[in-house]
Every structure is written in structure tokens, then in C-alpha cells.
């Protein structure tokens, strides 16, 4: 079953030295909505914090953030690995694991894109940028053997070009470039239908019959497998449909392609296409020691086991099928050899057999030369052990090569091995249909012996063939024993499906079973050929004979001891001469040759052999020969007269010369065998010599190797460092920045800045400084600042507060200066200093306010003359206006008495008009003496019930229309001035008045608390706007526009009344709505007077 995968995309970034800026330059071209999650695995050093994430952050509006263990990703996300870690994914999961090293090195991309490949079966990316060293090879490898896509930084444009370089050596890289051009093809690729792939379907072909048209059943990739069986002769058909279909999407993807019709027409006009998508289905994945668990399990249990089980002396047979380029057949190899001299056991023959589809593969497993990031996992004890450095990296040593055998084989079409101990089969069945399995694991049951073993990978179960191997011990799902069982053994080892549409007579497509049964012709073919076929064998260089042709017994047949294949240790002693004088023609010459008349004894007959060399190359450095042996005959004579008798006599006569000859042939034969023994004598003697001068250079390479290793760690540590020497350069860029901009906006400040040391000397001032104060750098810098201007600054109070600001971490701000200087004369300065972080600097500040201070002594002086002015106006006012007063009050007196109404009527309006006037007056008098401070108060004890009374009905004595309501409980005695709190209830109450002419009802509430009284008054007239409520209390406002003033006043009522509130140590306040009216609060603290509250409490309540 598939994985539960999100639809995003995951790609993973490898980096490493250079690493960083390679990676800030993707992220820079790519956009936000790519739709994928992005996983940077970058080399750091382990003790430090790292800035990768705020550094990644200022080239992407995508969220970076670090990783943290259990983190679920998102897609448009970037994620940072966290130093001292490795880091893993499982189900879209992010896991932290403690930083280890394997075989000396720190390898964290390689572990990150391996659990990628392994989590992911599409959707899986992986990318690797500037770095030295090798790791990410692997990890890249990986995805693209589950169906990725693989990137790699042109090395040209990378800063460190080891890592991509490496990558791209191991051939496991799809895509080329630069960082912008990797950003541009992810951008690409995330519109690609190949990323849209649903793992819901995947699930579903999974489980669903092997019937490949009924899963694929578009015409076109029917198509793709027909030209793909005619080009490598290879039947893909009993590959799983979700396997093809990947490899082929991806292909697609590199291509730029997006229909499947286009690219079956790209497949047609390039071959090299074609052998692109075979080598992808092959999927040749494989490392040393894979799976590490279960070679320790062989170690353990499965050796013991096999030895246990065997007679002394017999070989011990291994198969390894699908060992692609041979890394798994070599573990093995291995891993039986230390079991093997760990128990002191004596070596028996061993076999090792490994086969694979792919050529390619098995040419490099046969040379069993690996670049050096492959074999990086490995412990230096086996490195040493078991490989040899060589020009192209390491290569097996050849005492376990010669253990190992390898040659090309169809698991689905050849016949097997026979007679094994060990079968080891991991990771290929995955790839398989569900009826190839079945097949396969039959045959796996025939090639081995009894209580043979079955090795599987960890994704691979036995599945419906649990009656053929039962579980070994603890390993229930990967070491298989095989069982004791009365199935008949495969005879059909082919089982290819017709990819030809074959049908029967309705026109339906045949079945699996059925297509089964088809006639093979190649098959036949092949069988016809080899029975009329002369006798023949392919050999490689090494001699070694890989093919059979034909009966070859007369001329080839097995040595005693050891099992070989080697060709002249089975050809006939009356051949080797011969054969080997022919090779070394041909393979000086590279023509083919023909040797007649041979004559080879055979059960007491002369045999006339002819045999032919041809050789064949492979490669620049591959060659192989191919060897024709055939057999003269002679027609039977017949017995005839008495000439023919003695042409009979004269043929035996010389029948015995040739006999002679022949003996000669002999003595000359045997000789020259004593000449190749000598020779072979001489040849051991040298190859003697030989591994003297190889284990001396064993020792040497094992000091290069401890070299090496010390290279590596110093590698690791000076990418680590470089890693952090580039973190260290963008934050120095930053503070640098910021420094420029510091200083940029120190050098526009029009303020005069000086920064000083623990000392108080001046290390730096700003140009206001020197152009207000009339100085220079010279007589400045390096100066103390008590010296400057000849001890003008020597203030003692400023002394101390500068002394203590460093130790104590004290500012001080707004400290007043005055000193008459030299050059400038009077001024008055304002200082302002504080200690710059994490230096012991002190940032002193200067703001000359002397012309503010001249202004202000000017405004006071202003406004004492005002005040003064005012007082005097007033007072001269009042005098006459009172008198007025008095005599229209007699006026209208007489008048009333006389009966004259209108007149009395018209003086009693002059009257009420000459009271407001004197209010005003009173008003500006009661502000004038407030700013002066000589406002006159008379606090005593006073009862407030009987006061609002007296204010309401005074008021309410000067208006018909309105009625004044009394709300709210019985208020306290009280301390305070009667009469001006009578003041500012009068003001509020005629306010309320005159601002709600259309209302008849004004209410006075009086609200008693614990520790103060609150009284407020409410009218229902306009109302005041809302953002001139917080103005009502300044002096001169009015809420009408003074041009069109619908209210008379000077707006001076409720700023008297409110500096009256404030007096008692009360506040006043307002809550207002326009049209529906307003409500003015204050608030009276209570002061207990215990004598006169016992008189209120004898007195009368308030009236309601």
C-alpha cells in the first residue's frame, strides 16, 4: 500500500560550503505559489546558532523557518535543518536525530534525501548546490530510483563544484544549471501534470490484477512497451503499471513533453531516449551493506545456520539476482569472509553468483571499481581489508573477486542457479507485478537446496507462496527458510506477455493465463540454434568463460579441485599450446586466426581439430573472445583389389613415419611444458614479489587512508567554518548597513551629538556640534569634555551625572545648561544623555533653547501685563456698571409704582441685561486672578443639600419654560468654598438652559459614594460633537462658531467651573450626543466633619 502522502511536493537542497548564496539565488527567482515545500539540509557548524533562517528570509516572501522535531510541512514553506542534527521525513513529518558520522563523515543530505526517496513516491526532488566532498550523491541516487527529479548546480557557476561535481559523476542527476536556471525548471515542473499524480490511484493498481491493458489502457503506452521490446529486446510487461507509468512521467517531465502521443514520437526518432527510459526501468539501485540489520543478522544466525547444515568440504553457493552494479554481492562476499575468520573456520569453496538484467551493470560490477562516494559508508577496517585504491577511486581486492561471478540474466526467462545455500533478492519483487512474483519465488524454491535461505527487502513479503519458505527466528517479513514441498518445479522459465495485442476470435484482448501459453518464436529459435551450433565459447580477458555453444566436451571438461571456469584450466593438454599462441596473436594483432590440422588424442584415436579466435570488442576497455572448435572427417574407404591393397601397405608404412613424427611431436611437446613450467616457476618468484611491494603498498595506503581521514575531518571542519564565515559575512553586511544608516542619521541631526568614552573623552561629534559651538575635529576628538572651550563644560552637577551614568546605567534627560560662551555668548542648552548597548559609550545630546527660553520669559511677561491689564479693566468697569444697575432698579421701581408698565417693563430687560455684563465681568476677573494665582477662597463646613436648593430655585426663577428636577439620594455635609461650587452649579444649570431651548426639562442628579460626591446636570438641547467635547473646558470656547454666534458668551463659565472642581481636589467631565443633549459630571471629595454632620443629621432631608 501506498504511503499517505500529501498532493504537494517536497524538495530537498543539499548544501555545503558556497552553499548559501547558491541557495538565497533560487529562492530569489522562485516564486511564491510554486505549491511546494522546500527542505535546505546545509552543513553547519554544530556549536553555533544559526542565521540561515533570517538570512533566507530577506530573498523570499515564503515563510523559512527552522526545523523542529515532529514539524508538519507545508507546501509554500522553506525549512531550515537545525545545527548539531540530522534530519529525517516520515509521513511529512519532520524528525531531528542527534549528528552522527558513518565512516568518518558527517553525511546529513544523504540521510535526509534517502528517508525523502523512501516516504515519497511521487513528488520527490532533490537538488544539490556548491559544497566539497561528496555527500548528497547517494540521497540523489535514491530519489531518482523512486521516479524523482534530480538537480545539480553547474559546476562552473558553483563556488565549490566537489559536491555537484560528485553527483553528477554517478550519473543520478535529470536537470543541469545554474541556481536561477534550477529555480526557473522548478517553477516549470510545479504546472506539470507528473506532480498531480494521485496516490489514491497508485493504491489502486497496486492491488489490482496483473492485467497490463486493463490498468494502461491507453493505446499509446502499449505503444511505448512494443518500442522499447524491439530496441532492448527486454518485456517490460510484468513491471507494475504504477512503476512504468512514473519512470515514463518523469522522462516526460525532463522533456518538457505533456502528452503521451508526443513523447511515443520522440521514443520513434531518438534512440538515445529510448535507452534513457530502459536504463530509468531498471532501476539500479544498491549500495554496500544496504540493509545493515540484516547482515548482521547473517552474521548471527544465517551462517551458523547454512555451516550447520552442510557436509565439510562442500562449496557454499550464493545467488545474488538483481545485484545491478554488484555492491550488494560483494557485501556479501564480505561479510561471509569475516564470519568466516572470526570462528577460525576453514574456508570452503564459496560461489558467489550475480546476475542483472542491465549489461551496463554487470561490465562495472565485474571490474569492481566504485568512485569514492559509494564507498563512503564503509568502515575503514573493511576499506582496508577488502579494496584497493586505484585511479578511478577503489576497487574489491582480487582474492574476493575471484569469489564473485557475474553475468546478464532475465529472472523472468532463464533458467537458475541450482543447488544454493543462500538466495539473497532485495528490492526487485517491488518492482513486479503480482503473477511475476509468483513465478519468481516457485523458481527461487527450485534453485535452493534443502533448508536453503531466502533473503528479501524490507518492503517484499512472501505473500500467497508462505507453503514454499516459512520466517527464519525473529525475522518475520525479510529471511525465509525454505520448506520442504511436493509442487512440481517451474518448467517454463519464460513468462512474457504478448505486447502485441494478440486476440482471439471475438477481438478481445487475451488474458494473463492465456498469454502465457503463446508460442515464443525467438525462444525456439534460440534452442534450434544452439542444437546445429558448432562448438563454441565466449571468454573475457580475464579467460574466464562466460557462454556455452554446442557439444564442447571433447575439447573442454571440468580440472579437478576447486570449481573454474577458466579456460585452459579445462581445455585438453594437446589445445593449450595452441589456443594460447592464437589469443596472443589476436589480441596483438585484433584480427581473427585459424589453426588446421591439430591433432588431439581421444580415447586411443587421433582426432584432426581445427580451431578459430574472433575477437570482439565491447568497449575502449572491454574485449572478449569467441572460440570455434570443430572436427575434420573422413569418408570410410572402402575394401578394394590388390593395387588398392598395396596403396593400403604404403599408407601404414607411413602410418609409422607419422607415428614417429608424432612421437618427436611429443618429446618436443613435453619439453616445451618443462620450458612453461620453469617459466610459471619464475612467474610465481616474481608474483611474489609482487605482493611484497603490494603490502608495502598497503602500508602506505594505509597511512594515505589515516591522511585521508585527517583530510576529511579538517574538510568538514573548514566547510563548517566557511558555512559560518558566510553567515558572519551577511551579518557584518547587515551591521555595516545599519552602521551607514546610524551614521547617516547622526550627520542630518540638527542637534549637536557628542559620544564619549568610560572617560569622558570625546571619540566622535556630529557636524550640528561643530558648526553650533564654532569648533573643529582638531580641538575636539580626543579631548575630555570638561576641557573643551577652557573648562567652559566643567559644570560640577554635570560631572556627576556623567561619572554615574556608566556604572549605574542611568539616564538623565532634559538637564538645564546655561553658560555664556566665547564665541557664541548666551545660551541656554538642554542635555540629554544615555549609554550606548553593549559598548561603554555614553550618547550625549544637546538642544539649544535659548531663543525658547527668551520667548517664554516674553509670553510671561506678556501675560503678567495681560492679567494686570485685565484686573484694572475690570475693575473699572464693574464700578460704573453696578452703579447703572442701581439706578434702573430705582427706575424701574418708580415706574412700576406710577403704573407705567411698558417703560417698567423695558428698564426691568436693561436690568437682566447689566447683570450678564457684570457676570462677564466676573468671569474675566475670576480668570485673571487664576492665572495669577490670586484667586480668593473661603473653605468651611457647609450643608450641599440645602445649596443645589438654593442654585435651582434661583435659576429656575429666571425661565418659564423649564423645569428644574432634583434626582438622586441625600448627600453628606462637606468641606469646601459654598460659594463658588454655587458658581459652577449656576454655570451648568444656565448653560443647560440656554443650550436646550426647545427642551422644557433640565434634571440635576446628586449621587453620594465613599470617598467623594458626584453631581451632574442633564439637558436635552443639542448637544456638543465629539471631537470638541475634550475643548469645552479650555478658555474662549465656544460650541458655536464665534462668526455666527447662535448662543452669546466668551466661553469662559466652564473653564472657571472645571479649575474650580480641580481646587477641591475633584475632576469634571462630559458625555455628550448632538440632538439629543449632554450631561456635565463633577466630582467634591468629602472631608468628615463629625460636629456638623451631627446637625445635618438633626436638620430636614433634601426635597426629591
Known amino acids: 500500500m501506498a504511503s499517505e502522502q500529501s498532493p504537494f511536493p517536497i524538495v530537498g537542497i543539499g548544501a555545503s560550503a558556497g552553499g548559501l548564496e547558491a541557495f538565497r539565488e533560487v529562492l530569489l527567482f522562485l516564486p511564491d505559489d510554486t505549491g511546494m515545500a522546500y527542505v535546505l539540509v546545509q552543513h553547519l557548524d554544530p556549536h553555533h546558532e544559526s542565521l540561515l533562517p533570517e538570512l533566507l528570509a530577506q530573498v523570499t516572501h515564503m515563510n523559512v523557518r527552522e526545523a523542529q522535531d515532529g514539524m508538519l510541512l507545508e507546501a509554500n514553506h522553506v525549512y531550515v535543518i537545525a545545527p548539531n542534527t540530522d534530519m529525517m521525513l516520515s509521513q511529512n513529518l519532520l524528525t531531528l536525530l542527534p549528528r552522527t558520522k558513518v565512516g568518518g563523515q558527517h553525511l546529513s543530505i544523504d540521510t535526509f534525501l534517502r528517508s525523502l526517496a523512501q516516504g515519497r513516491t511521487t513528488g520527490a526532488m532533490g537538488v544539490i548546490l556548491s559544497g566539497t566532498a561528496t555527500d548528497g550523491t547517494l540521497g540523489l541516487q535514491a530519489i531518482k530510483a523512486v521516479g524523482g527529479i534530480t538537480f545539480a548546480q553547474d559546476p562552473l557557476s558553483a563556488q565549490f563544484d566537489g559536491m555537484p561535481q560528485s553527483a553528477i559523476a554517478a550519473g543520478g542527476v535529470d536537470f543541469i544549471g545554474s541556481p536561477e536556471e534550477i529555480a526557473r525548471e522548478l517553477t516549470r515542473i510545479s504546472h506539470h501534470p507528473y506532480l498531480h499524480h494521485s496516490p489514491e490511484r497508485e493504491e489502486q493498481e497496486e492491488v489490482a490484477p496483473p492485467a497490463q491493458e486493463a490498468l494502461l489502457p491507453e493505446p499509446e503506452f502499449q505503444q511505448i512497451l512494443r518500442v522499447l521490446h524491439r530496441s532492448t529486446n527486454t518485456d517490460f510487461t510484468a513491471y507494475k503499471p504504477t512503476t512504468i507509468k512514473r519512470r515514463i512521467e ?11 502521443a508526443s513523447y511515443l514520437t520522440s521514443l520513434r526518432e ?16 544498491t549500495s554496500f551493506f544496504r540493509d545493515p540489520a540484516t547482515f548482521e543478522a547473517l552474521g548471527r544466525e544465517i551462517f551458523p545456520h547454512l555451516l550447520a547444515t552442510k557436509d565439510a568440504g562442500s562449496p557454499i553457493r550464493v545467488w545474488g539476482p538483481g545485484c545491478s552494479t554488484g555492491e550488494e554481492v560483494y557485501s556479501l562476499a564480505m561479510c561471509l569472509l569475516e564470519f568466516l575468520a572470526e570462528r577460525s573456520f576453514p574456508v570452503p569453496p564459496i560461489q558467489i553468483f550475480g546476475t542483472d538484467l542491465n549489461p551496463k551493470a554487470i561490465s562495472i560490477a565485474r571490474t569492481g571499481i566504485y568512485p569514492s562516494e559509494v564507498i563512503g559508508a564503509l568502515s575503514p577496517a573493511r576499506l582496508d581489508h577488502f579494496f584497493l585504491p586505484v585511479k578511478q577511486g577503489y576497487q574489491i581486492q582480487k582474492t574476493v573477486r575471484d569469489l564473485c561471478i557475474f553475468a546478464q540474466h532475465n529472472l523472468l526467462t532463464d533458467p537458475p542457479f541450482s543447488q544454493l545455500d543462500l538466495l539473497s533478492c532485495q528490492n526487485v519483487l517491488i518492482y513486479l507485478g503480482q503473477g511475476a512474483q509468483r513465478k519468481i519465488i516457485r523458481t527461487f524454491h527450485y534453485a535452493l537446496s534443502p533448508h536453503g535461505i531466502l533473503l528479501l527487502g524490507p518492503s517484499e513479503t512472501m505473500g500467497m507462496a508462505s507453503d514454499l519458505f516459512a520466517p527464519l527466528g525473529e525475522h518475520k517479513r525479510q529471511i525465509f527458510e525454505k520448506k520442504a514441498s511436493s509442487a512440481r518445479p517451474p518448467t517454463i522459465w519464460g513468462l512474457r506477455g504478448s505486447i502485441r495485442g494478440t486476440s482471439n476470435r ?12 503463446v508460442f515464443d518464436l525467438q525462444r525456439e529459435t534460440d534452442h534450434l540454434l544452439a542444437s546445429f551450433a558448432p562448438a563454441s565459447v565466449v571468454i573475457d580477458a580475464a579467460m574466464e568463460i562466460l557462454h556455452f555453444r554446442g557439444d564442447t566436451h571433447l575439447y573442454l571438461k571440468p580440472a579437478p579441485g576447486r570449481a573454474s571456469l577458466n579456460l585452459f584450466k579445462m581445455v585438453g593438454a594437446g589445445l593449450d599450446l595452441e589456443l594460447r599462441a592464437a589469443l596472443s596473436f589476436v589480441r596483438k594483432s585484433g584480427q581473427r586466426v585459424k589453426k588446421e590440422g591439430i591433432q588431439l588424442s581421444d580415447q586411443n584415436m587421433i582426432r584432426d581439430i581445427t580451431i578459430e579466435v574472433i575477437p570482439l570488442k565491447a568497449s575502449a576497455t572491454e574485449e572478449y573472445f569467441v572460440i570455434l572448435f570443430s572436427e575434420a572427417t573422413a569418408l570410410p574407404q572402402p575394401v578394394g583389389t590388390g593395387q588398392q591393397q598395396e596403396r593400403a601397405m604404403e599408407q601404414r608404412i607411413n602410418g609409422r613415419s607419422i607415428q614417429d613424427v608424432e612421437r618427436e611431436l611429443e618429446s618436443a611437446r613435453q619439453q616445451m611444458r618443462s620450458i612453461i613450467e620453469e617459466f610459471e616457476a619464475a612467474n610465481e618468484e616474481l608474483h611474489s614479489a609482487n605482493e611484497e611491494s603490494l603490502s608495502s603498498n598497503e602500508e602506505l595506503q594505509s597511512l594515505n587512508e589515516e591522511l585521508e581521514t585527517s583530510k576529511e575531518e579538517i574538510q568538514a571542519s573548514n566547510e563548517e567554518l566557511l558555512v ?11 551591521v555595516q ?12 541631526i540638527r542637534e549637536p551629538l557628542l559620544i564619549l568614552d568610560a572617560d569622558l573623552y570625546i571619540q566622535r561629534a556630529n557636524p550640528a556640534f561643530y558648526q553650533h559651538f564654532q569648533v573643529d575635529p582638531a580641538e575636539t576628538q580626543g579631548h575630555q569634555i570638561f576641557e573643551l572651550g577652557g573648562g567652559q563644560w566643567n559644570i560640577p552637577a554635570l560631572r556627576t551625572l556623567l561619572e554615574k551614568l556608566l556604572p549605574t546605567n542611568h539616564a538623565f534627560a532634559n538637564y538645564e545648561v546655561e553658560h555664556i560662551f566665547p564665541k557664541i555668548g548666551h545660551k541656554v542648552l538642554l542635555l540629554n544623555a544615555h549609554r550606548i548597548d553593549h559598548v561603554p559609550m555614553i550618547l550625549l545630546a544637546m538642544e539649544d533653547i535659548s531663543e525658547r527660553k527668551r520667548i517664554e520669559r516674553e509670553r510671561e511677561q506678556m501675560l503678567s501685563q495681560r492679567t494686570e491689564f485685565m484686573a484694572i479693566a475690570s475693575h473699572e468697569l464693574k464700578t460704573p456698571i453696578t452703579s447703572l444697575k442701581g439706578y434702573t432698579q430705582m427706575l424701574q421701581a418708580r415706574f412700576t409704582k406710577a403704573g407705567d408698565e411698558p417703560s417698567a417693563a423695558l428698564l426691568a430687560k436693561m436690568n437682566a441685561q447689566l447683570g450678564k455684563l457684570i457676570r462677564l465681568i466676573n468671569e474675566l476677573l475670576d480668570v485673571t486672578k487664576i492665572e495669577a494665582g490670586q484667586f480668593s477662597w473661603h473653605v ?17 426663577q429666571t425661565t418659564e419654560q423649564h423645569q428644574i428636577r432634583i434626582e438622586g439620594s441625600f448627600l453628606p455635609l462637606m468641606t469646601g468654598d459654598r460659594e463658588h461650587l454655587g458658581q459652577v452649579l449656576t454655570n451648568l444649570l444656565t448653560n443647560a438652559l440656554k443650550y436646550s431651548p426647545q427642551a422644557k426639562t433640565v434634571v440635576v442628579r446628586l449621587a453620594p459614594g465613599t470617598q467623594s460626591v458626584t453631581l451632574s446636570v442633564q439637558d436635552f438641547g443639542i448637544g456638543i460633537a465629539s471631537e470638541k467635547q475634550k475643548q469645552v473646558f479650555d478658555r474662549f470656547f465656544r460650541v458655536s462658531d464665534p462668526e455666527n454666534a447662535t448662543f452669546p458668551g466668551l466661553g469662559l463659565g466652564l473653564f472657571i467651573s472645571a479649575q474650580i472642581v480641580k481646587r477641591h481636589g475633584g475632576q469634571m467631565w462630559v458625555e455628550s450626543r448632538v440632538g439629543v443633549g449632554s450631561t456635565f459630571f463633577f466630582t467634591i471629595p468629602l472631608v468628615p466633619q463629625p460636629e456638623i454632620n451631627q446637625r445635618r443629621l438633626e436638620g430636614e432631608e433634601p426635597h426629591a
Open 737 to 748: 548597513d545599519a552602521r551607514n544608516f546610524a551614521d547617516a542619521v547622526v550627520e542630518t
Open 724 to 734: 559560518v564565515n558566510t553567515e558572519l559575512q551577511q551579518r557584518n553586511t547587515q
Open 506 to 517: 471475438e477481438g478481445h484482448s487475451m488474458t494473463y493465463e492465456e498469454r502465457k501459453q
Open 270 to 285: 531518438h534512440q538515445t531516449e529510448v535507452d534513457a527510459l530502459y536504463q530509468d526501468l531498471l532501476i539500479g539501485v
Open 250 to 260: 518523469q522522462r516526460m517531465t525532463l522533456l518538457h513533453i505533456d502528452t503521451l
Open 940 to 956: 468651611e463646613p457647609f450643608d450641599l443639600n440645602a445649596l443645589v436648593r438654593d442654585i435651582v430655585e434661583e435659576v429656575g
